[in-house]
């Protein structure tokens, strides 16, 4: 038998594991935002009308309990913030606007997990460039909005722990 045959067996990786599972679950992750967002950017109009006949009974329930409310000025003045941000929040021209936002960072962190796969260190800075999309897109469809900052915090946890797993591995990817 000819020793060379096996050779391929005896190197090692050109990629690591570590970086082959975080890739996965990047293609996994993105590869659902891109898809979620599709058909949220789709459905938008559906979506605000629900919302929208929501509200109103909520506020002609409110009408009815107003004499609870005037007994909870600290709660009542949360709720109102809260539904003011929603309101801000849930119409269709925003939700489309947001779903765009979430389709071009999930766009980024795909293209660049699939640049680290090809062991390219670009992909890394297009990753990071992905997860500052889904950071900051919040605040500027929203301006300052009480729950752009809770969207932000939530949509980018995971993309800044992933980050720092990358970095893990970026003496590993090549600066081609």
């Not at 109103?56 to 539904?83: G, V």
């Not at 752009?148 to 722990?161: H, K, N, P």
Request: net charge positive; hydrophobic share 45%; charged share 15%.
């Amino acid at each position: 038998m000819n020793k060379n045959s096996y050779d391929y067996e005896t190197e090692p990786s050109a990629r690591s594991s570590f970086l082959t599972v975080l890739c996965i679950l990047t293609f996994i992750g993105s590869g659902w935002g891109i898809l979620s967002s599709v058909w949220t950017f789709s459905s938008a109009s559906k979506t605000a009308s629900i919302f929208k006949e929501i509200r109103q009974s909520n506020n002609e329930s409110a009408n009815i309990d107003s004499a609870q409310l005037n007994r909870s000025r600290a709660r009542s003045a949360f709720e109102k913030k809260m539904k003011t941000s929603f309101s801000d929040l849930l119409t269709a021209d925003h939700i489309r606007k947001s779903a765009i936002g979430t389709i071009v960072a999930a766009l980024f962190t795909l293209l660049g997990a699939l640049l680290m796969w090809r062991l390219k260190r670009i992909g890394f800075y297009l990753y990071i460039a992905g997860v500052l999309v889904a950071l900051i897109f919040p605040f500027y469809l929203y301006n300052n909005n009480f729950l752009a900052a809770g969207m932000s915090a939530l949509s980018s946890f995971f993309g800044l722990i992933f980050i720092a797993l990358y970095a893990l591995n970026f003496k590993s990817l090549k600066s081609n």
